[in-house]
């Protein structure tokens, strides 16, 4: 039994590396669509749309 408990662990540990990876990818391509946004409404031949108010993706509610 405690080779499996040792096993479970293990995986654990992996998986939260994972999942710790996936989140900072996840919050980085968050920063570029709210990056490009602000551009985009700070550009004066972009006038007719408020990017940042329609297509900025809501808060992050996961953390590390």
Do not use: E, F
């Not at 408990?5 to 293990?10: G, P, V």
């Not at 919050?27 to 985009?40: D, P």
């Amino acid at each position: 039994m405690a080779s499996i408990a040792a096993a479970n662990l293990s995986n654990h540990a992996d998986d939260k590396a994972l999942l710790t990876a996936m989140l900072a990818d996840i919050t980085a391509l968050r920063a570029a669509i709210l990056l490009i946004t602000a551009k985009l409404d700070a550009d004066a031949g972009v006038t007719d749309t408020n990017y940042a108010a329609t297509t900025n993706p809501a808060a992050l509610t996961v953390t590390a």
